[in-house]
């Protein structure tokens, strides 16, 4: 009987549409539940001292898991395999796979088998095969799921009837990882997400409601996750009046190919053109291209209204002045690139970066946000680290910064209602029941004002009478 494959580490809806997408191509696929302080006291148990958070929860959670398996009699050593993500790199994540095998070890799971994806070279190790077939699925999955996630994130502040765009995403995940699992082409993906978009617009939403927008950057496992592992920060800032913007997995590859790309353009500086070079540079810029064109063409369905990939280059550019991109290691520059970029394009009233106990990266670009503030004071940025306690603490100084883009945000919105002589009463008559994809528009952080910049014709119902002088 052939094994089956565990993974895990990222979202639910991520993982479920990996598993649709792993499974189409003949395996049999589980992932892991979500981690909890229970994985990360495993984590700390079982590997070697002085790693950082993420490798205790994401190792502790697969020897959790496991050792869960083990006490109802299955031999997990004979069923199951696990694929994870390996990398060489300054930081502790080119040690996960070491990790992972000495974890295992110790638990009394030493012939247990471990299969690695190579992020930079494209390449697996083991029993997992990473052909360009799986690579499109695997695309297909995780784009899918950012753009649901993002909807999700994006509709449920202002949702009438509390629970309903869960309701509804809920409904469709089934449906998704059924068509990622037959195979489904981007065609028929489409059709799906079309669906998907006529429930919700079956739908109504409130966007009289001025709430601040957060963006959730830092450490990408630590503000990707949605588990314990970040103290379940983006359901808890939705619950806190915020919209919250989550980081897609898409900016994450993006970000990987942008830096291959100017390798290869530094490696033809420094040491010469080659026919080898040339033809890395055009695969590695035409991945770019397709991927991008593929979340567009995803984002399309909605009006466009999931989050555009920022670009890289400017990314890149806006971090220059306090980090090289060359310098790798967690999201090496993308951190501080996100919070300027945020910043100057108002794409949220705060940015709260997550990192994690023990990070080293994330410590350097805090070194360099400090910089950053200097040079935005408009900005309001946290950072907060994540070690499995001190969750009170942590929630306690994001409410206070909250408390700061609550402010921010009403007073870009009513400075734009007076500045367009319209009575709140109006824009309340002409918003309070809308259906959710009404066009947003204009270069303001807050929802509301976008909306009501955009839509300024839904207004004339409700202006006042003035009679005409006779
Ligand atoms: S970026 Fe930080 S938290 Fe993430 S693997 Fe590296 S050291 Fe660990």
């Given at each position: 009987?052939?094994?089956?494959?565990?993974?895990?580490?990222?979202t639910t809806i991520h993982?479920?549409?990996?598993?649709?997408?792993?499974?189409?191509?003949?395996?049999?696929?589980?992932?892991?539940?979500?981690?909890?302080?229970?994985?990360?006291?495993?984590?700390?148990?079982?590997?070697?001292?002085?790693?950082?958070?993420?490798?205790?929860?994401?190792?502790?959670?697969?020897?959790?898991?496991?050792?869960?398996?083990?006490?109802?009699?299955?031999?997990?050593?004979?069923?199951?395999?696990?694929?994870?993500?390996?990398?060489?790199?300054?930081?502790?994540?080119?040690?996960?796979?070491?990790?992972?095998?000495?974890?295992?070890?110790?638990?009394?799971?030493?012939?247990?088998?471990?299969?690695?994806?190579?992020?930079?070279?494209?390449?697996?190790?083991?029993?997992?095969?990473?052909?360009?077939?799986?690579?499109?699925?695997?695309?297909?999955?995780?784009?899918?799921a950012d753009i649901v996630r993002d909807l999700g994130y994006q509709l449920r502040p202002y949702e009438i009837e509390k629970g309903s765009v869960d309701e509804v995403i809920e409904g469709f995940k089934?449906?998704?990882?059924?068509?990622?699992?037959?195979?489904?082409?981007?065609?028929?993906?489409?059709?799906?997400l079309?669906?998907l978009r006529?429930e919700l617009e079956k739908l109504r939403f409130d966007y009289t409601r001025v709430k601040p927008v957060v963006s959730v950057?830092?450490?990408?496992?630590?503000?990707t996750?949605e588990?314990?592992?970040n103290?379940h920060i983006h359901r808890w800032l939705e619950e806190e009046g915020a919209e919250v913007r989550p980081e897609p997995?898409?900016?994450?590859?993006?970000?990987?190919?942008?830096?291959?790309?100017?390798?290869?353009?530094?490696?033809?500086?420094?040491?010469?053109?080659?026919?080898?070079?040339?033809?890395?540079?055009?695969?590695?810029?035409?991945?770019?291209?397709?991927?991008?064109?593929?979340?567009?063409?995803?984002r399309?369905?909605f009006s466009?209204r999931p989050k555009?990939?920022?670009?890289?280059?400017?990314?890149?550019?806006?971090?220059?002045?306090?980090?090289?991109?060359?310098?790798?290691?967690?999201?090496?520059?993308?951190?501080?690139?996100?919070?300027?970029?945020?910043?100057?394009?108002?794409?949220a009233h705060m940015?709260l970066?997550?990192?994690?106990?023990?990070?080293?990266?994330?410590?350097?670009?805090?070194?360099?946000?400090?910089?950053?503030?200097?040079?935005?004071?408009?900005?309001?940025?946290?950072?907060?680290?994540?070690?499995?306690?001190?969750?009170?603490?942590?929630?306690?100084?994001?409410?206070?910064?909250l408390?700061?883009a609550k402010?921010?945000a009403?007073?870009?919105?009513?400075?734009?209602?007076?500045?367009?002589?319209?009575?709140?009463?109006?824009?309340?008559?002409?918003f309070s029941s809308s259906e959710p994809f009404i066009?947003l528009?204009?270069?303001?952080a807050g929802t509301a004002?976008r909306a009501?910049?955009?839509?300024?014709?839904?207004?004339?119902?409700?202006?006042?009478?003035?009679?005409?002088?006779?």
């Amino acid at each position: 009987m052939a094994k089956t494959l565990l993974f895990g580490g990222l979202t639910t809806i991520h993982e479920l549409f990996i598993k649709g997408a792993v499974e189409s191509l003949g395996y049999s696929a589980r992932f892991l539940p979500n981690p909890d302080n229970t994985s990360l006291a495993i984590g700390r148990e079982f590997c070697n001292r002085g790693m950082c958070n993420p490798t205790y929860y994401t190792v502790g959670n697969l020897v959790k898991f496991l050792l869960d398996e083990s006490k109802k009699g299955v031999d997990v050593e004979s069923k199951y395999f696990f694929v994870t993500v390996g990398a060489c790199g300054p930081c502790r994540f080119g040690m996960y796979e070491t990790e992972y095998r000495h974890a295992l070890k110790e638990a009394g799971f030493k012939n247990f088998k471990i299969s690695i994806l190579n992020q930079s070279e494209l390449s697996s190790e083991g029993d997992f095969e990473l052909t360009p077939s799986l690579m499109w699925a695997l695309v297909k999955a995780v784009w899918l799921a950012d753009i649901v996630r993002d909807l999700g994130y994006q509709l449920r502040p202002y949702e009438i009837e509390k629970g309903s765009v869960d309701e509804v995403i809920e409904g469709f995940k089934p449906r998704i990882y059924g068509a990622l699992k037959e195979g489904a082409p981007v065609k028929e993906t489409i059709l799906l997400l079309k669906e998907l978009r006529k429930e919700l617009e079956k739908l109504r939403f409130d966007y009289t409601r001025v709430k601040p927008v957060v963006s959730v950057i830092g450490e990408f496992w630590a503000h990707t996750t949605e588990s314990a592992g970040n103290y379940h920060i983006h359901r808890w800032l939705e619950e806190e009046g915020a919209e919250v913007r989550p980081e897609p997995i898409a900016g994450w590859i993006d970000y990987q190919l942008f830096i291959e790309e100017e390798r290869i353009k530094r490696d033809i500086k420094v040491k010469g053109f080659s026919l080898d070079r040339l033809k890395r540079l055009l695969a590695v810029k035409s991945m770019a291209a397709v991927f991008r064109g593929l979340y567009n063409l995803y984002r399309s369905v909605f009006s466009f209204r999931p989050k555009a990939l920022p670009p890289q280059k400017e990314l890149s550019e806006l971090a220059k002045p306090y980090f090289d991109h060359f310098v790798v290691g967690g999201e090496g520059h993308l951190e501080v690139g996100k919070h300027v970029y945020n910043v100057i394009h108002k794409k949220a009233h705060m940015v709260l970066s997550v990192k994690p106990f023990g990070c080293m990266p994330s410590t350097q670009s805090d070194g360099a946000q400090a910089k950053v503030l200097s040079d935005y004071p408009e900005s309001i940025f946290i950072s907060i680290e994540t070690s499995g306690d001190s969750e009170v603490n942590v929630k306690s100084r994001v409410q206070m910064k909250l408390f700061e883009a609550k402010r921010a945000a009403e007073k870009e919105f009513y400075n734009l209602l007076s500045s367009l002589n319209v009575s709140e009463s109006a824009f309340k008559k002409a918003f309070s029941s809308s259906e959710p994809f009404i066009k947003l528009k204009g270069k303001f952080a807050g929802t509301a004002a976008r909306a009501l910049y955009g839509n300024q014709t839904k207004l004339q119902p409700y202006l006042d009478f003035v009679p005409e002088a006779t």
